[in-house]
């Protein structure tokens, strides 16, 4: 029978590229669930944020969002920019791009990452936000 273990926290994080290195945390939920075999689903509240795995040091986190930058500039011609008038419209599309949730495997009771991957959620509104993070792991 499967089994669910679920945590939730909230981090600051500055505006535009405001990110922080979650892989400890939620090893440590994964670790505490007991849950050996399965899936871990992390999870960003909200739809100006993003999370994603990635190197976490400055040259892969200057080069991401240097990506960013190309994809959907801050200073874009954006019709959510016209509609609400919140200069927010690029972090939308950015978040988009990213995503707000990314599932992890678990073998052995650890997350099954690289030795240079890292879960990395990152607050790309145009405003400091706090930002809700969610784990759900299911498994055996």
Sequence with gaps: MSRVAQSQWTLP????FGHEDVTDQLNAVVAESGITTGIAVVALVGSTGAVTTIEYESGALADLRAALDA???TNGD???NARWGDGNGFSHVRSA???T???I???G????L???QQVVVINVDNRPRRREVVLTVVGE
């Design 109 to 112: 009771g650890q997350l099954q």
């Design 114 to 116: 690289g030795t240079w």
């Design 105 to 107: 495997p678990v073998t």
């Design 101 to 103: 949730s990314v599932a």
């Design 97 to 99: 791009l990213l995503k």
């Design 71 to 73: 994809l959907a500039p």
């Design 13 to 16: 994080l500055a505006e535009e």
């Design 78 to 80: 954006y019709e959510h």
